[in-house]
């Protein structure tokens, strides 16, 4: 049973609410870490976030996807606060196995209608050959009006002292950025099947490349060494990427009937759109193959 400590942390046999997560979002010991309500909060509105400051990439071993990689851990960011470092390799949530991008994305959806989830994360990673297990207590009961930003809130260290300052999660929107999702939202219509979109916008967007990467991450499947396709993560909604009938979790393998296997191939391959009437897009959702069409009128 989780019972509050008087006096700081307890002993390190189990998770222990410390005294002040008011100063604190993120405190650690060896039994696992617990988090404040202004980031338990994040968490549940957006999941996705969680994974917004590392590279992540399939693990395959022998040509089976065992979990997920992690590069490219921002220092200071709430993975690094939970002890995951570069190269660890993410392979269970909540004892779920993951076997691609698309089966975090589900772990996380489970997560947010299942509420008896919500205060207790359990991650297994391996790290240089070693399984840990690392749970998380979510404090979900200390309503705040106060969260500091997610900067303030993970940039104290577990004794209290000053980290240097990470990069911001939430990027401001740039002016071109802005207008493009804002004509996005009134001039793409989409279907089941595909999108219509103005050749005037799609010009516009292939001009302005970073309206594609806001509220968005894509990020390279990778099998025998080899990329097989692109994963996409929504980190926010109503993207550009996703106005365009993308879900989070897909994996686009071809579009305009072209491989991606390397970002070279898939810039050359959006220049190519530029003339076209039409294209298709292929990828797979929840381990189905989904063909999306487009007309560019």
Not at 24 to 31: D, G, K, L, M, T
Not at 78 to 103: F, H, P, Q, R, Y
Not at 192 to 207: A, E, H, M, Q, W
Not at 276 to 296: A, D, G, K, M
């Amino acid at each position: 049973m989780i019972v509050p400590s008087t006096s700081g942390w307890a002993d390190d046999s189990a998770l222990r609410w410390p005294t002040d997560l008011r100063r604190e979002e993120v405190r650690c010991q060896a039994a696992g870490c617990v988090v404040g309500s202004c980031v338990t909060t994040r968490i549940q509105e957006s999941p996705d976030w969680l994974w917004t400051n590392a590279r992540l990439v399939p693990n395959f071993h022998d040509g089976q996807a065992q979990g997920i990689r992690l590069f490219a851990v921002r220092a200071g960011s709430l993975l690094a606060k939970l002890g995951i470092e570069n190269g660890d390799t993410l392979l269970s949530i909540d004892g779920v196995k993951l076997t691609s991008i698309e089966s975090l994305t589900q772990v996380q959806k489970q997560r947010q209608t299942d509420a008896s989830q919500r205060t207790q994360l359990r991650l297994e990673v391996l790290h240089q050959g070693e399984v840990r297990r690392r749970d998380v207590l979510m404090d979900a009961a200390t309503a705040r009006t106060d969260c500091p930003t997610l900067d303030e809130s993970l940039r104290r260290s577990s004794s209290g002292s000053e980290a240097a300052p990470t990069a911001k999660v939430d990027v401001p929107i740039d002016a071109a950025t802005q207008a493009i999702l804002t004509d996005a939202q009134r001039q793409i219509r989409c279907s089941t099947k595909g999108c219509t979109i103005p050749r005037s916008l799609l010009l516009r967007i292939l001009d302005q490349p970073q309206s594609l990467a806001y509220g968005a991450r894509v990020i390279p499947m990778l099998r025998n060494q080899q990329i097989v396709g692109w994963s996409v993560l929504m980190t926010k909604p109503d993207s550009l990427l996703e106005r365009l009938g993308l879900r989070s979790g897909d994996t686009i393998v071809r579009i305009a009937e072209r491989s991606l296997a390397s970002p070279q191939k898939a810039a050359q391959m959006l220049a190519r759109l530029r003339t076209q009437s039409s294209f298709s897009v292929e990828l797979t959702r929840r381990e189905s193959p989904l063909t999306l069409r487009y007309e560019v009128p």
